[in-house]
Structure formats: structure tokens, C-alpha cells
């Protein structure tokens, strides 16, 4: 069984930084996407950044490019978003997720999620 723990949300004023890290533990396979969701208070969900483990190719949504940045460790069960010039429409709770199979729709994994919080 999978599982993603997150950490690193918190409480920031707009303009500031946080960085989020997701540890997944169990086992994915060896093509599988890890990332991020988001989602504010009467909003859609949506993908904010994901990483695909056999290319290293990385998504952004256009709302955070240049803005947000999506690493991993070498073993990638681990995955950090830095989260730079934060806005206060950035404000939300935060999923790390996993895809086992990214070749049919959907996350398998969720984790339970964390609350980032922007102050104006």
C-alpha cells in the first residue's frame, strides 16, 4: 500500500516562500507521476505540478510557473515544491499525488493534505 505524507504548509504573507515536501512510502513501480494538487475554499481542484519518473518531465499549471518549483530525491519518494513569490490566491490545501499507472486517468494516491495559508 502507498502512502504520501506531506509537510511544510503553514502560514506566510504574500510575497514570501514555503516548501512543501511530500515522503511516499510502499511501492509505485517504475513509471509512475508524483506531484501536486491544490485546492481553495469553493474551487476546483487543480494540478499544480507533477514529475514523471522515467523522463524527469515536470508540469506546471500556468498559475504557478516561474513561481513554484518541483524537485525530488535521487530515489524520487520524495518530492519538494518550492513555493517562491507567494500570492494570496495561492492559498489553499495542498495534496501530494501519486499515479501508478500514468497511462489511464486519474491519482491513485492521495496524501491527507496541507494548509498554506497567504496573507495580503
Known amino acids: 500500500e502507498v502512502q504520501l505524507v506531506e509537510s511544510g504548509g503553514g502560514l506566510v504573507q504574500a510575497g514570501g516562500s514555503l516548501r512543501l515536501s511530500c515522503v511516499a512510502s510502499?511501492?509505485?513501480?517504475?513509471?509512475?507521476?508524483i506531484g501536486w494538487f491544490r485546492q481553495a475554499p469553493g474551487k476546483e481542484r487543480e494540478g499544480v505540478s507533477c514529475?514523471?519518473?522515467?523522463?524527469?518531465?515536470?508540469y506546471y499549471a500556468d498559475s504557478v510557473k516561474g513561481r513554484f518549483t518541483l524537485s525530488s530525491n535521487n530515489a524520487k519518494n520524495t518530492v519538494y515544491l518550492q513555493m517562491n513569490s507567494l500570492k494570496p490566491e495561492d492559498t489553499a490545501v495542498y495534496y501530494c499525488?501519486?499515479?501508478?499507472?500514468?497511462?489511464?486517468?486519474?491519482?491513485?494516491?492521495w496524501g491527507q493534505g496541507t494548509q498554506v495559508t497567504v496573507s495580503s
Open positions: 499525488v501519486a499515479d501508478s499507472n500514468p497511462t489511464s486517468p486519474g491519482y491513485d494516491y
Open positions: 510502499g511501492f509505485l513501480g517504475d513509471d509512475y507521476v
Open positions: 514529475i514523471r519518473s522515467t523522463d524527469d518531465s515536470t
